[in-house]
């Protein structure tokens, strides 16, 4: 893969600063996270328990999406952007899962993913994962860098899992995605979700302090401004919904979590 950072040097990691893929990994139980980390996802669990539900449900979502994608749409290809760090069930483990030979992108800018990325590109012999060091913000290398791995001619999975609330600005939020939409070939699908305060009152609370932590800030949206993402898209059923009732393994409905997302495919001659 190269030096971490391209110029021979190691990725400098902050550990006086708490930052959200460490955070997201010490509630989801690993190991993966600094003192820093841990006093932040402590005092947003007091603020706000569900926050650990949460982050269980978007894992959940995301294998759930992406078993969909293999298996009934026969996706092999997958760019995962902000990937964060490594967890069970990543998205190359459950796609190739499927589809030995499928092509895995992720996609990231932190340097403690970077210091992870050769767990990351454990691929199965038949199959490639690459990562690519990128910031949402900057759709266009992030393109640029996935195209060396996949062909932007055949379908694509694009995974934007509780990313999309670090772009501050809903309008530019919207560009982004909308950029990274238009760059995949029909039968391509997007998959995103993200956070919101409608279900639980005390998570808006707790992220407004989470956000004068002094780490990357994140905005929790509404569902509506989330459907808003898949715009020009053909939603799949339920639609954008919260994340556990998205076609929930056994049926029922579950509990909503604040965490909002949906599948939606693009349309056009294939």
């Known amino acids: 893969m ?68 293999a298996v009934e749409a026969g996706t092999r290809q997958f760019l995962d952007v902000g990937t964060g760090l490594p967890t069970a069930q990543n998205t190359h483990e459950v796609a190739q899962a499927v589809h030995p030979s499928a092509r895995v992108v992720y996609v990231d800018n932190d340097p403690m993913v970077l210091a992870h990325a050769r767990a990351l590109l454990v691929s199965r012999p038949t199959g490639v994962c690459d990562y690519v060091n990128a910031d949402v913000h900057d759709p266009d290398a992030v393109l640029a860098g996935a195209a060396k791995t996949l062909d932007f001619d ?79 898209l053909e939603p799949l059923a339920p639609g954008v919904v919260s994340c556990p009732r998205w076609r929930p393994e056994g049926g029922g409905e579950p509990e909503p979590v604040d965490l909002f997302g949906g599948v939606g495919r693009k349309a056009g001659s294939e």
Do not use: C, K, M
């Open 2 to 69: 190269g030096d971490a950072d391209g110029g021979g040097r190691a990725p400098v990691i902050d550990t006086t600063v708490p930052q959200s893929a460490r955070i997201w990994n010490f509630w989801l139980g690993g190991s993966d996270n600094y003192r820093v980390d841990r006093l932040a996802g402590e005092a947003y669990v007091r603020a706000s328990p569900s926050i650990v539900d949460i982050a269980r449900a978007s894992r959940a979502f995301l294998t759930r999406t992406l078993r969909h994608l």
């Open 154 to 232: 055949e379908p694509v999975g694009l995974i934007l899992s509780g990313i999309v609330g670090h772009v501050a600005d809903y309008d530019e939020a919207r560009r982004i995605v909308a950029r990274l939409v238009d760059a995949l070939p029909a039968g391509s699908h997007l998959v995103l979700s993200d956070g919101t305060g409608v279900v639980h009152r005390e998570a808006r609370r707790a992220q407004d302090a989470y956000n004068r932590s002094g780490a990357v800030p994140y905005v929790l949206r509404t569902p509506q401004e989330i459907e808003g993402f898949f715009t020009g």
